[in-house]
């Protein structure tokens, strides 16, 4: 009997963010100058480093391209990802304890699927959350007890964002784990919340979860 639910967050959890954006960047810069991409690739990474408009810098200086065409090749091409550091290990760690593995994601459903099957680990879970398919965002209880089963005993949560991780299962009563940024989020990572809305624990490496579940 599987008594363990150990659940992740997808973005900035077990693959960065960051690297999505400079997967898409690129394929933008493909379309928009097939001749000249690496210099305009290296280009829109100054521009969103410096907090740029990056889409509004493109449409500027090339006045054929159009806002919404370059989102769809940001929210719809097939990235080239890798899993963060430890990934792999630990998934494949909690398959061989028998455990049942979930993700809960916000996000369009095609791009997170696109991120998953990139990454090769879609079959790894039972069950997949995705706000667009469930239809309710984090922190929406609802996104969270789509996991409860009569059979589970234990439930564990991994993510990075405090704003809205960590509260719904904390009121479940879920063991609550934070991965640390390593400087590679695309979102600050503020924990400056009230005690609800934080973890119980945090670690520097998803590796380090070997001795938390």
């Known amino acids: 009997m599987n008594t363990k639910y150990i659940i992740f ?7 960065s963010e960051l690297s999505y954006l400079k997967s898409a960047y690129l394929e933008i810069a493909k379309k928009v100058d097939p001749e000249g991409y690496d210099e305009l690739y290296h280009h829109m990474l100054s521009w969103y480093h410096n907090k740029k408009n990056v889409f509004a810098e493109i449409v500027n200086r090339y ?12 929210r719809n091409h097939f990235p080239k990802l890798v899993l963060k550091d430890g990934a792999k290990k630990i998934l494949e760690i909690i398959k061989s304890k028998n455990y049942k593995l979930g993700l809960i994601s916000d996000g369009r459903s095609y791009t997170q699927r696109n991120k998953l099957k990139s990454l090769g680990i879609e079959n790894f879970f039972d069950k997949i959350v995705i706000s667009e398919e469930f239809g309710s965002e984090k922190p929406d209880i609802r996104n969270f ?69």
């Open 9 to 15: 967050d997808l973005d900035d959890t077990l693959v």
């Open 63 to 74: 006045p054929g391209e159009l806002l919404n065409e370059l989102l769809a090749v940001y």
């Open 145 to 213: 007890q789509a996991f409860i089963s009569p059979d589970i005993r234990d439930y564990v949560y991994i993510a990075d964002n405090i704003s809205k991780d960590f509260i719904s299962p904390n009121k479940l009563g879920w063991l609550s784990i934070c991965l640390i940024n390593d400087g590679d989020n695309i979102h600050i990572q503020n924990f400056d919340f009230p005690p609800n809305y934080l973890p119980d624990f945090k670690i520097e490496k998803l590796s380090m979860l070997q001795d938390l579940i």
